[in-house]
């Protein structure tokens, strides 16, 4: 190779490094900035996505009021209660409460109720096939048969002897009678007048006798009859017969098998442990009715607070489903728990429509005192949050306006407001929370709102929430990893020039050998 080559070569070697370590150059020094502009660039769009001063005014048309059921009151002034919050578990009356079980040993023919029915007292839950049953009646009727044949075997033969000796006693008469006219026209002798006067009267002391002996016999074996068929009969009410079955059962001469299992008391079947073809015995709970109206509701206070706690109170019950209910405080225990410090108070309340079921956990607002503060109180519907704090939306002739409001008590009667609003100034009592959604699904129809005292949502976001610093924080996060990431170009940099200054290098050891 000649020399003019040769240098040719490598000026081109000098200006391919030099261009190579150009691009390298401005490539790190464009990638730090474009980084730096990204991470800012995201840093500004969290914060612009989370930055909001608050609820926006919402205007909505007729169409849309009714649409989601807009309902408007007027704040009004009230006697607030003074009341006691806390817990309770619904309980069954304990005096309401029955298990049935069958009197007799049989085997389970029908079942006619089931879990969850609303019975009435006398109603035949099942039909038990007993054995026992069947063999007291066949025996009533048995021995009544018997005690009827035996008066009729009496009645028989001693009237027959009476039927008799009243013809003998109208003999002896005619007798008696004859010797007696003789005796007075002085034929016939004394003595046979004597014999005929005794002979008479013998014989009416002998059918006397027989009647007597009638009447009493018959008396006796209907009275035996009489006392035989009630004890049977007490026996099968015993066993759970009704004293109709039985009736019916002694005028047909028809026995049957078949015992009802009848419900003692009216109330719900909370409880079903029957079968067809089940054998049942009288020491099986086969249903549990309770009657669940009224019901009791046990609370539970604390310590210090049972001298507030006194027998007749009313006590507002709220269900998890936010149905109400009033009941009365009827007693208060004696005995504070030593685990919670609580004291258990009994609560009786009526149960229309079975609202209240045993075993639900509820709500409880004691009334405490008689009510003589007057507060601003409205319904709980009326209240929505941003940000864990409440407002409502005030009615204004065109729209409806965010009112952010300082909450007090919770009552049967409502929310108290302390701060925020004004009497008679017009809120939206239902569908707030549709307003607050048609708002969120429309942040541009409205004007931000801020009230007067309150800090900017910008100052709040710095000022009060943690969440700001730890945007700071994530900044200073992405500014160290953009300076590692520039460090790291520019050593990969001086790592693509080394390899470059080496390959120039042999490249001059091997023209070196061929020149």
Same mark, same amino acid.
């Given at each position: 190779m000649n020399r003019s080559s040769q240098s040719f070569e490598k000026a081109a070697y000098k200006w391919h490094f030099s261009a190579l370590a150009m691009l390298i150059f401005l490539a790190v020094c464009f990638v730090y900035p474009v980084q730096l502009s990204f991470a800012h660039s995201g840093?500004?769009?969290?914060?612009?996505?989370?930055?909001?001063?608050g609820p926006e005014e919402i205007e909505v048309n007729e169409q849309g009021l009714r649409a989601i059921?807009?309902?408007?009151?007027?704040?009004?002034? %009230?006697?607030?209660?003074?009341?006691?919050? %806390? $817990?309770?578990?619904?309980?069954?009356?304990?005096?309401?409460?029955?298990?049935?079980?069958?009197?007799?040993?049989?085997?389970?023919?029908?079942?006619y109720a089931k879990q969850g029915d609303?019975?009435?007292?006398?109603?035949?839950?099942?039909?038990?096939?007993?054995?026992?049953?069947?063999?007291?009646?066949?025996?009533?009727?048995?021995?009544?048969?018997?005690?009827?044949?035996?008066i009729a075997r009496v009645q028989t033969q001693l009237k027959g002897d009476i039927t008799l000796q009243t013809k003998q006693v109208q003999l002896s008469k005619v007798t008696f009678d004859r010797e007696q006219g003789m005796l007075k026209e002085g034929i016939s002798a004394?003595?046979?007048y004597h014999e005929a006067k005794n002979?008479?009267?013998?014989?009416?002391?002998?059918?006397?006798?027989?009647?007597?002996?009638?009447?009493?016999?018959?008396?006796?074996?209907?009275k035996q009859l009489a006392v035989t068929t009630a004890n049977a009969k007490g026996q099968l009410l015993i066993m759970g017969m009704t004293g109709t079955a039985v009736d019916t059962a002694i005028k047909t001469g028809m026995v049957t098998a078949d015992l009802p299992v009848i419900a003692p008391v009216g109330g719900v079947? $909370?409880?079903?442990?029957?079968?067809?073809?089940?054998?049942?015995?009288?020491?099986?709970?086969?249903?549990?009715?309770?009657?669940?109206?009224?019901?009791?509701?046990?609370?539970?206070?604390?310590?210090?607070?049972?001298?507030?706690?006194?027998?007749?109170?009313?006590?507002?019950?709220?269900?998890?489903?936010?149905q109400e209910l009033r009941g009365e405080i009827s007693s208060v225990g004696s005995v504070v728990d030593d685990a919670?410090?609580?004291?258990?108070?009994?609560?009786?309340?009526?149960?229309?429509?079975?609202?209240?079921?045993?075993?639900?956990?509820? %709500?409880?607002?004691v009334v405490v005192g008689q009510g003589t503060s007057q507060a601003l109180v409205i319904p709980e519907t009326a209240i929505v949050y941003f940000k864990e704090r409440p407002f409502v939306y005030e009615k204004h002739e065109d729209h409806f306006q965010p009112i952010f409001v300082t909450t007090g008590l919770k009552?049967?009667?409502?929310?108290?407001?302390?701060?925020?609003?004004?009497?008679?100034? %017009?809120?939206?009592?239902?569908?707030?929370?549709?307003?607050?959604?048609?708002?969120?699904?429309?942040?541009?129809?409205?004007?931000?709102?801020?009230?007067?005292?309150?800090k900017s949502a910008h100052e709040e976001h710095h000022e009060d929430h943690p969440e700001h610093q730890e945007g700071h924080g994530k900044e200073s996060g992405n500014s160290a990893a953009s300076l590692m990431i520039f460090f790291a170009g520019a050593a990969s940099s001086l790592v693509a020039v080394a390899i470059f200054a080496f390959f120039i290098r042999r490249s001059r050891k091997g023209d070196a050998k061929d020149a």
């Open positions: 840093d500004n769009e969290a914060f612009n996505a989370g930055e909001s001063s059921d807009i309902q408007l009151a007027k704040v009004r002034s %009230t006697t607030l209660k003074d009341i006691l919050e %806390t $817990t309770g578990k619904v309980k069954a009356d304990e005096t309401r409460a029955f298990d049935v079980n069958p009197t007799v040993t049989g085997v389970v023919k029908a079942v609303n019975v009435s007292k006398g109603k035949v839950l099942a039909l038990v096939h007993s054995i026992e049953v069947a063999t007291t009646l066949t025996q009533l009727l048995n021995d009544r048969t018997r005690i009827n044949s035996d004394a003595k046979n002979a008479h009267e013998s014989a009416q002391v002998k059918l006397l006798t027989l009647q007597q002996r009638l009447e009493q016999e018959v008396k006796l074996l209907e079947i $909370t409880l079903r442990n029957i079968t067809l073809g089940q054998r049942v015995s009288p020491e099986d709970s086969v249903f549990s009715i309770v009657n669940l109206s009224p019901i009791w509701i046990m609370i539970d206070v604390f310590q210090e607070q049972i001298p507030r706690v006194k027998q007749g109170q009313q006590v507002w019950i709220k269900t998890p489903s936010k919670t410090k609580t004291l258990s108070i009994r609560v009786i309340a009526d149960n229309p429509n079975g609202i209240l079921r045993p075993g639900m956990f509820v %709500t409880a607002q009552t049967s009667q409502g929310v108290e407001i302390k701060e925020g609003l004004e009497v008679d100034e %017009t809120i939206v009592v239902s569908g707030a929370a549709q307003l607050q959604a048609q708002s969120v699904l429309k942040p541009g129809s409205g004007h931000s709102h801020k009230e007067e005292g309150e």
